[in-house]
């Protein structure tokens, strides 16, 4: 069994700060890239950043400055760093991550999703 388990979402003020986690476990013999997605009701979802297995980053223009985004590959965990966040940052937060498990098929997995509110 391999699972993206995400965590460090919720409710916070317009100006703030929220700092993200996914955490990959399970057999795995190699992990890729990792990044974020979001989606806002009504909306589709959008690719927000992105770092490689070196530790390469890219980000949407909208949150560039805002965000950063790291990995620790010792713990198979990619954070995401939220800073002067704003009400349109308001969604559903999904890690997503390029794997190869030992016993389970090569291919991008997901994360169940963590809530980001951002009150004005």
């Known amino acids: 069994q391999v699972q993206l388990v995400e965590s460090g979402g919720g409710l916070v003020q317009a100006g703030g700060s929220l700092r993200l986690s996914c955490a990959a476990s399970?057999?795995?013999?190699?992990?890729?890239?990792m990044g974020w997605y979001r989606q806002a009701p009504g909306k589709q979802r959008e690719l927000v950043a992105t770092i490689t297995s070196g530790g390469t980053t890219n980000y949407v223009d909208s949150v560039k400055g805002r965000f950063t985004l790291s990995r620790d590959n010792a713990k198979s965990t990619v954070y995401l760093q939220m800073n002067s966040l704003k009400p349109e940052d308001t969604s559903v937060y999904y890690c997503?991550?390029?794997?190869?498990?030992?016993?389970?098929?090569?291919?991008?997995?997901w994360g169940q999703g963590t809530q980001v509110t951002v009150s004005s």
């Open positions: 399970g057999s795995i013999l190699s992990i890729n890239v």
């Open positions: 997503a991550a390029d794997l190869v498990p030992r016993y389970s098929p090569t291919r991008k997995y």
